[in-house]
Structure formats: structure tokens, C-alpha cells
């Protein structure tokens, strides 16, 4: 069988260091961490350097040696990844930004940059033998989650809140997913799911937990957005990034990218990364001001975003540990200035990005003010996601006509 020549080694523990076998199936570390995946870069920066990936299919694939996947014939592919980085030339004159670019995750198939993450943790529970994965979401993680199992043959379950996009909920059932609604928020979904995992545990192909950040590997696929920033910008880092932050796993992932790069000699800086999150659901915000290592439950979380409505985060510390280590900060910006920003960019550049992402034009705006961002740096706006999901975010007043109407 064709490998990959993947570099990986094992997963490690951030936390306590402990070590496990990438090549059986793992969730949390047993201190109650994430675990990350480790790969030998010592010998990969012998063998192999950035034209190495010249002239290989835009796709995140690209990258393969620096992903987990062993055997080719495992990677269940869409054809995700390498999205356009656009500049924004209208809207950063407006900022007062002279470099400011767009990286959009809306082009993926399933419209969020969450098929990364489905992309290459589905491929590696293939390899494992998985038959039935169950995770909590807030939309889009599950539809990319359904989208990619159904195309692997594996079984996806799927617990989301009734509030969640209905757009999402869609695309879990078209997929053929087991759908459940709950009356709840996503941290409520959560502990269905581990409930659902226990009942499970002994059957004969137990149910994997597919949650955020419990499964190590969504964030290797999404880590892929920093590679490609890095390889579209000519292996430059720019000065900074903004992320709209929910589970903090596109942020982890992207610090890893950036980390990794610089050992393997493909860059030579970290970009200051930027947690975004909305005012009513600001625990990274919160507890990046008060210079704290951990974030605390958010209590009645609301905002237009869902993808960043997340009271607590199993990876609060390794966002949080981005932040202070790349110099970057965090921002909270409102709904109102979310939904005003969606339409601006659309106006201006021609961008139907979704909420999350429009948080960043608005945040990178008010960065700008405070002397944060100076006019001189590059910027970039990560954009996770396609406006079209939301069709709600927005209201629009259409003018009628008669049919006998001239204009
Ligand atoms: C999931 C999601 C986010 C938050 O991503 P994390 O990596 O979990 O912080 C942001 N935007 C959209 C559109 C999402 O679906």
C-alpha cells in the first residue's frame, strides 16, 4: 500500500507530557488534557522543505507528511483546503490597514473551515477501525462531521442544540446522520454525548467520541489554514492574524502550524494571534484580560455567531498559551457591530462571510483605533465560514414591482 511518508511519531500531553501510540485509538490524556499529535521534524527538515509541496493539488493534503494519515488509501478527501487569501484593498483603506487579507474558509465543501478538521480526523478513524462516531455542535462541526463519515462508511451521530442553525441541521440529515435535537446549549449536548459514550464503552465497536478537542486530530486538518497563510504569503509570516474563537481549536491549530513551520525552517516568526469572541460570550476575552491560564463558564451565552457561542473550552489554556506566546491579544466585539461589519464586507469587497468571521473586520478595526494593529503590518482576517448559512443574520427589504413596472 502507498504511504503517505507522514512524520508522525505519537501523541504527547501539553499538560503533563505523558506520551500514547498514535496507532490506536485516543481521546483525553488521563490528566484531562487534549492530547496533540507529535511529528519528527528533526528528520523532516533534513528531507524535505518548502518545494516539496510545488506543483502538488491545492488541497490540504498538500501537506500529508506533516498530517497524521499513514496509508493513502485512507484520506477521504472533498477536495478541501487551499482557499483563496484575497486582498482587501477597499476595506483596509478604510481601516487604515494598508495589507489586509481575507483567508476564506466559505469556498470548503460544506461552507466552514470545519471540513478541515472532519477531513483528517475522519481519514485517521478510518485507519483506526472506527464504525461510530458521536460528538456535540453547534452546526457546523457536525455537519462537516456527517458529510465526511458518510463518504468513509463510518456512522455519525450527531447532538446539537434546537437553536443551531437550521441549515447545518439539514446537512446532518441529508447525509444521513443520526440527528438529535436538545433544548439546550452545546455544553448541555456535551454531556449527552459522554453519557451516550459510557452506555457504549463495551459494545463491540464502541462509539468514538468525536467532541471538540477530545479527538486529537480535527486539529490537525485545521493547523493546514497556517501552512497554506505561510505558503501563500511566500513562506512570510504576516504580522497578525485574527480568529473568531469558539472551541479555540482553528487558534491552537493554527499556533501549532506557525511553531512547527519555524523548527522545520520554513518560516522564521510566529504571527500575533488574535482570539475574537462576542461580547455576550467573551470567556477567552475575559480571562486574557485578567492574565489568566484558564477561562471560566460563560453564564447565559448569546450571539448571532454560533460557531463562537462556547461558555467553556476543553483547550481554553492552549488558546490562551497562543495568545501570551505570540504577543497577539484578545477582542470582543457586539452583535450589532457583527451584522454592520457582514454587510460592509459585502459591499465592499464582494465577501458573504459568515458572522464569526465579520467579527474580525470589526474587531481588526477597533485594534486598529487603540494602536494595536499599526498601518504598516499585514493582516489577516481568518474566515471560517460562508455568509449563505445564516440566512437569518440579516434582514433585507426587497423592492416589489408590478409587471407592468418600468424602471
Ligand atoms: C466552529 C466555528 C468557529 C469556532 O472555531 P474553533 O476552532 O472551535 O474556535 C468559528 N466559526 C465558525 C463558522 C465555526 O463553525
Known amino acids: 500500500m502507498t504511504k503517505t511518508n507522514s512524520y508522525i511519531t505519537r501523541l504527547y500531553c501539553p499538560k503533563c507530557g505523558k506520551t ?24 523532516a527538515s533534513r528531507e524535505m522543505d518548502t518545494r516539496t509541496f510545488a506543483g502538488r493539488a491545492a488541497d490540504l493534503w498538500r501537506y ?71 460528538l456535540p455542535t453547534n452546526g457546523n462541526a457536525g455537519a462537516a462531521a456527517a458529510l465526511y463519515g458518510a463518504r468513509a462508511g463510518i456512522r455519525v451521530k450527531i447532538v446539537m442544540p ?94 501549532k502550524a506557525f511553531r512547527e513551520m519555524r523548527e522545520l525552517g520554513f518560516v522564521d516568526r510566529i504571527p500575533r494571534l488574535v482570539a475574537v469572541q462576542a461580547e455576550n460570550c467573551a470567556p477567552i476575552v475575559r480571562a486574557f484580560q485578567e492574565n489568566k491560564s484558564e477561562s471560566s463558564f460563560w453564564e447565559n451565552s448569546s450571539t448571532v455567531a454560533f460557531g463562537i457561542n462556547v461558555p467553556k473550552a476543553l483547550g481554553d489554556f492552549l488558546a490562551l498559551e497562543a495568545l501570551y506566546a505570540s504577543k497577539g491579544c484578545a477582542c470582543a466585539v457586539t452583535d450589532q457591530e457583527i451584522i454592520s461589519a457582514q454587510r460592509e464586507l459585502a459591499q465592499k469587497e464582494g465577501c458573504f462571510i459568515c458572522p464569526e468571521g465579520s467579527a474580525l473586520y470589526a474587531a481588526a478595526g477597533k485594534l486598529r483605533r487603540d494602536g494595536r494593529i499599526r498601518r504598516d503590518e499585514s493582516v489577516v482576517l481568518l474566515n471560517t465560514g460562508a455568509g449563505i448559512k445564516y440566512p437569518d443574520t440579516q434582514e433585507i427589504a426587497p423592492v416589489y414591482l408590478e409587471l407592468d413596472a418600468e424602471l
Request: overall charge negative.
Open 20 to 43: 500514547r501510540a498514535h496507532a490506536a485509538v485516543a481521546n483525553l490524556c488521563g490528566c484531562g488534557s487534549p492530547l496533540l499529535a507529535q511529528y519528527d521534524l528533526a528528520r
Open 162 to 255: 434546537e437553536s443551531a442553525p437550521f441549515i447545518t441541521r439539514l446537512e446532518c440529515s441529508v447525509a444521513g446522520a443520526d440527528l438529535y435535537l436538545v433544548k439546550g446549549l452545546i455544553s448541555d449536548c456535551g454531556k449527552i454525548v459522554a453519557r451516550a459514550i459510557k452506555n457504549h464503552e463495551r459494545d463491540s465497536s464502541p462509539w468514538y467520541d468525536f467532541s471538540t478537542l477530545k479527538e486529537p486530530y480535527r486539529i490537525e486538518g485545521k493547523k493546514t489554514m497556517g501552512y497554506e497563510i505561510a505558503e501563500q504569503s511566500g513562506w512570510e509570516s504576516p504580522d497578525v492574524i485574527l480568529y473568531p474563537t469558539g472551541g479555540g481549536v482553528g487558534l491552537i491549530g493554527v499556533y
Open 64 to 134: 500529508k507528511e506533516l498530517l497524521p494519515v499513514v496509508e493513502e488509501a485512507d484520506v477521504v478527501s472533498l477536495g478541501e483546503g487551499f482557499t483563496p487569501l484575497l486582498r482587501l484593498a477597499g476595506a483596509g483603506r478604510s481601516l487604515g490597514i494598508d495589507r489586509l487579507y481575507l483567508k476564506d474558509e466559505g469556498l470548503v465543501p460544506s461552507a466552514s473551515f470545519k471540513a478541515r478538521g472532519a477531513a483528517v480526523a475522519v481519514s485517521k478513524a478510518l485507519e483506526l477501525g472506527v464504525k461510530t462516531l458521536i
